[in-house]
């Protein structure tokens, strides 16, 4: 019998961030982005991903119930200190499991390598404030060690909404309300944690992932009423971003909407995590300060991601940060390589990043 705990301790010796347990195969562990088999397990029967599923699912019945019922389950697994966040669907009407493992401690804020102006932005008093990225982006760490910051640093009450919670905070300078969302949760859905959050006198409402107009039309409501909202969404980059947002509505919606985010929107930050030179995964920040400029932009007729792009990458005074300009400084930085800096990018942008890398490494060598 497999026994989840014994993968789950070879996982954290050999520093990896997921197990992928899928029948027919070997239990596979991801190390720096790449896919290793563990060699001295036999391949998983049928019998074994229904012996892991009941190791996961404990016997709660809700859970059960929500798996049967969709066909899939969001949940968190605790073992020696250490949270997993896991993820159950279906193959073949057998059950597969990813789990992705949550490191004890938050790294510092100032170590992560996102821009400080996000940081600063947090003192905003209301608004909206986003940190977007594919999937294994470090979205989520991002988000909460920038929770853990205003913790540390600013007296607010924060409530944050999470499917499942992965970090758990403890009150320090501020108060933090942490709600699990889902079946069984502490709140059924996001929009409904959202809206009741304007009865909870809080400062700061973290929305753990805005998927749906709903959620979206409860993150603008709480940042109109006075409040600053943080949330993710599952984005490549900061324009589009702003264009999924719109998209959320009907076109005869849209208008309002745009003119909504233009008041409300004042930072989006879009990640990216690559293999570094040293073997460690590289952070690469994409940043978005709303200012005239942008609010302009959101609020036309025809909304223009390349024009969106434009504007961040030459309006760096404010803050903001183009992708072109963080790959080749990370590129100039003997951080990454060429190859991955122009895998990053479309092919006709190719020559933009020649020219900012050179223009970095001139600027690098009068610094010296």
Known sequence: MIQIEDLIDIAIKKEASDIHLISGNKPMLRIIRKLEPIEEYDILTEEDMYDIYD????????????????????????????????NISLSGEIPIFTLRLI??????????????????????PQGLILVTGKTNSGKTTTLNSLVNEINETQNK????????????????????????????????????????????????????EIRDRQTMDAAIETAESGHL???????????ETIDRMINFYE????????????????LVVSQRLLPGTDGRLVLIPEVMVVDNVVSGIIRKEKFSVSEME??????SENGSIGLINSIAQAFVDDRITLEQAKAQIEEKNIEVLNRTIMQLRIKKERGN
């Open 55 to 86: 190791s996961l699912v404990k016997g709660n019945l809700d859970k059960d119930n929500v798996f049967k019922t969709t066909k899939k389950l969001d949940t968190a697994y605790e073992y020696k200190d250490i949270r997993l966040r896991v």
């Open 103 to 124: 490191k004890k401690e938050l790294p510092k804020y100032e170590d992560l390598g996102v821009p400080d102006i996000v940081r600063r932005m947090t003192y905003q």
């Open 157 to 208: 009450k924060i409530l944050s909404l999470e499917n499942p919670i992965e970090y758990k905070h403890h009150s320090k300078k501020s108060v933090i309300v942490q709600k699990e969302v889902g079946v069984g949760g502490d709140s059924l859905n996001f929009s409904d944690g959202v809206k009741n959050s304007l009865r909870e006198d809080c400062d700061i409402v973290v929305i753990g």
């Open 229 to 239: 909202v943080i949330g993710t969404l599952h984005t490549k980059s900061c324009a």
């Open 251 to 266: 076109i005869s919606d849209q208008t309002t909407v745009k003119y909504l985010l233009s008041s409300l929107l004042k």
């Open 310 to 315: 434009d504007a961040m990458q030459s309006n």
